[in-house]
Each structure stands twice: as structure tokens, then as C-alpha cells.
């Protein structure tokens, strides 16, 4: 593997817990429930990747995204923050990306992993900058 994907995975993979780490520390109800929700379904893939068949991974990974997809929207309907309508529309392009691989039974390639990758580190960005504007209107609000 070329040294510069092993150092953008080490990055993506220290983002997904330095973020949603952060949500939880220094966020609002709203990026708190978010970071929640990409803590479970990041545990939730890892597991089945581990521990499922591989003929029945993707059907459960179609599960996964459109339960997030589904949690995204539920708390963009609830809050109205536009970065967790940018989550829910990336997890419904994700969703996407996994149906057509699944449908057309191609195997996970180079162009699979990258979308996965940005599409991870687009939520990131989102989940970052609901805790950056939640901290910014907390002086306000006191």
C-alpha cells in the first residue's frame, strides 16, 4: 500500500474519533445525538465487516446507512441545522453507492473505498462545524 494512503487513512481513522469525541465533550444536544449516531454505526459496520458472511455484509450495510440516513433526517426535522441535513444527504448518497455495488454485484474497488472515505470525512467536517457554531452561540446564549 503507497505511503500517502496509509498516512489519508491513519487521518481519516484518528478524525473519527477525535470529532465525535469532541461532539460529545463540547457540543449541544444536536451534535451530541449526531456524534452518537456515527459512534454506533461506525462500531456497527466494523462488526459485521468482522463478523458477518460476506453474502450477507452488504444487505446489513444498506441497513446501517439507511438507518443513519433515516436518524439524520429525524434530527435535521427536529433541530433544523443545515450541517445535519448535509450528514443526511451524504448517508443517502452513501446509501446510494452501496445499493449499485450491491445490485450489481461488483466487488468493493478503489472508487468504492474512496467515496466511503470522502463520504466519512464529509460527516466529519458537518459533525465539526455543528460543534463549532454550537460553541460560537453559547456565550450568546448565557
Request: proline share 4%.
Amino acid at each position: 500500500m503507497p505511503l500517502g494512503e496509509i498516512i489519508f487513512q491513519v487521518l481519516v481513522y484518528a478524525l473519527a474519533v477525535i470529532i465525535p469525541l469532541w461532539a460529545l465533550v463540547a457540543g449541544g444536544r444536536a451534535e451530541r445525538l449526531s456524534a452518537i449516531f456515527f459512534i454506533v454505526a461506525t462500531v456497527a459496520s466494523k462488526s459485521v465487516e468482522q463478523m458477518s458472511p460476506p453474502q450477507h455484509a452488504g444487505v446489513i450495510f444498506l441497513g446501517i446507512d439507511g438507518l443513519m440516513a433515516l436518524g439524520f433526517l429525524i434530527l435535521a426535522l427536529v433541530y433544523r441545522h443545515l450541517w445535519i441535513a448535509l450528514m443526511m444527504f451524504t448517508m443517502a448518497g452513501v446509501f446510494s453507492i452501496h445499493a449499485f455495488y450491491e445490485m450489481t454485484d461488483r466487488d468493493l474497488d478503489w472508487t468504492f473505498a474512496l467515496m466511503s472515505n470522502l463520504a466519512t470525512l464529509v460527516l466529519l467536517t458537518s459533525l465539526a462545524i455543528g460543534v463549532w457554531t454550537s460553541r460560537r452561540r453559547a456565550p450568546e446564549q448565557a
